[in-house]
């Protein structure tokens, strides 16, 4: 149970273009939803955190009009990434949480962005 | 106060031995601390988790140890195998929003 299913895994395109990332619960329904940054041998970065029908609370430094994200089911998460530059490459996870409060955050097995 | 502080960077166990990744945090409202396993180009997967009312939990070769006066805690692996080789990270989260505050994660090798 708890499989959250993130979507392409792999992208590559040029700089300038915008990129959509798909997060979905399977198997659950989930309120809030999250979205992490995670550079080469780091650790994950808290990007935005996303909650069903409202919009998305950002972390300090994140520019919410170039990492758009939106929320429109219980099962489903969006990130997209306007137009993009190579430095917006990098390893892109969300996950899922069941129910509110403090409970477990399931993860996706990310998408790696490449932009040339 | 936000931070969760975790050590060693790298681990080399050998097979069968006992691999010990510590953490530290300092804020105490965090309630809830889970560590992640997590293999190259995959996402971070829920190994096991504590929360401050009891001071250790195990599942399987898998240990949590909790000191609450310390703010520390600690994950066990014990029989350690070459499939446990991957990156770990601790978290943490409690207070408002809930959300997770991950340890800078500690490389472990496994080998033969």
């Known amino acids: 149970g708890a499989v959250v299913s993130q979507h392409p895994s792999w992208v590559i395109c040029k700089s300038g273009t915008s990129v959509k990332i798909e997060c979905r619960s399977l198997?659950?329904?989930?309120?809030?939803m999250f979205w992490y940054r995670q550079f080469p041998k780091q650790s994950l970065m808290l990007m935005a955190t996303s909650n069903e029908g409202s919009k998305a609370t950002y972390e300090q430094g994140v520019e919410k009009d170039k990492f758009l994200i939106n929320h429109a089911s219980l099962t489903l998460s969006t990130l997209t990434v306007t137009s993009a530059h190579p430095e917006d490459s990098s390893f892109y996870i969300c996950?899922?949480?069941?129910?509110?409060?403090?409970?477990?955050?399931?993860f996706g097995d990310g998408t790696r962005l490449s932009i040339l | 106060q936000q931070q969760v502080k975790q050590s060693p960077q790298s681990l080399i166990v050998q097979k069968g031995g006992i691999s010990i990744i510590n953490c530290a945090y300092e804020n105490t409202a965090f309630d809830y601390f889970p560590w992640y396993q997590q293999f190259p180009g995959k996402g971070p997967a829920l190994l096991i988790a504590?929360?401050?009312?009891?001071s250790e939990k195990k599942e399987g070769r898998f240990t949590i140890s909790f000191n609450k006066s310390a703010k520390q805690f600690s994950l066990h692996i014990m029989d350690s195998q070459p499939g446990d080789s991957a990156t770990y990270f601790c978290a943490a989260s409690g207070g408002g929003g809930n959300k997770l505050t991950f340890g800078t994660g500690t490389q472990l090798k496994v080998e033969l």
């Open positions: 996950s899922a949480r069941i129910g509110t409060g403090n409970q477990p955050q399931h």
């Open positions: 504590i929360r401050p009312d009891v």
């Open positions: 198997d659950f329904q989930a309120t809030t």
